[in-house]
């Protein structure tokens, strides 16, 4: 399947994050012609952000053609507010504040089925508003708009080894997020894959994150998959590092 991790707000997820596999009992929904799925994701660590989604392909998952994603999250992290006096910025700890933001887009575009995996591009408009926790907040803004173009490639090298790389940027926050991974199918988990991730986020308010942790990606209950992990991560403005875990689910429908 191909979901959509959204460019989360603490990054990154998100976004969480959201994830896009096919193997095992995935494949099994896909003969019986999907057109469509639907998704969620938890990235919780001291930033969080959670989202929801769906995906249809008119033509069946498991097939070139066109494909639809729309999303829709919600995201909280901790940051610094200069809301006082910016000349006591030399004699003072800037004050802890709370960024709240709500995300959402709608992108379309192609994917590419190969033996090897699939390739997909995507582009459409997205949503951002956020607010600071913060005394100097004085009225909310208004809700920008942008454009928002996703890629995404999920590859398997052998049999039993599976490669993934998602790049999400968009314009309504000025942010980009990017994920790479690779994993090993074990039997012991359910033909599930586990395995190194990496991502990085940044946007237009400084903001910061890399992140290093393990995964596991496509182990069932039921008709639900689930992809799961956990690892080290590093936010700019915090400026120590952290834990984060994410938790993504995908049902074919």
């Known amino acids: 399947m191909v979901a959509v991790p959204l460019s989360p707000v603490h990054p990154a997820l998100f976004y969480a994050v959201v994830g896009l596999a096919w193997p095992g009992g995935a494949w099994a ?9 639907l998704f969620g994701s938890l990235d919780a660590g001291r930033s969080t952000f959670v989202s929801a989604g769906a995906k ?19 995201g909280l992290r901790p940051e610094r507010d200069w809301w006082g006096d910016p000349r006591a910025k ?14 959402a887009g709608a992108v379309a575009g192609w994917q590419w089925m190969h033996d090897w995996g699939v390739a997909a591009l995507f582009a459409g408009p997205e949503l951002a508003f956020e607010v600071l926790d913060s005394p100097g907040t ?7 708009f942008g454009a928002r173009v996703q890629g995404e490639l999920w590859a398997r090298p052998t049999e039993a080894t599976l490669l993934t790389t998602t790049l999400i940027a968009g314009t309504a926050r000025w942010s980009a997020w990017g994920r790479v991974s690779w994993g090993i199918r074990l039997p012991e988990l359910g033909a599930a894959y586990l395995g190194p991730e990496a991502a990085l986020y940044a946007d237009r308010t400084g903001y910061r994150k890399w992140s290093l942790g393990l995964h596991a990606t496509d182990f069932a209950l039921a008709r639900v998959s689930f ?21 993504t689910a995908w049902l074919p429908l």
């Not at 004085?138 to 920008?144: C, D, G, N, S």
């Not at 992990?229 to 952290?242: C, D, L, N, T």
Request: proline share 9%; net charge positive; glycine share 10%.
């Open 227 to 247: 992809r799961i992990s956990a690892g080290w991560v590093y936010e700019e403005q915090i400026r120590r590092p952290g834990v984060y875990g994410t938790l």
């Open 56 to 74: 249809v392909a008119p033509g069946g998952i498991d097939r070139d053609g066109v494909v639809t994603l729309a999303t829709l999250g919600y």
């Open 138 to 144: 004085t009225k909310l803004p208004a809700p920008r």
């Open 90 to 103: 030399a004699e003072q700890t800037p004050p802890r504040t709370l960024r709240h933001t709500v995300q």
């Open 29 to 37: 929904d896909e003969r019986e012609e999907v057109r469509t799925v």
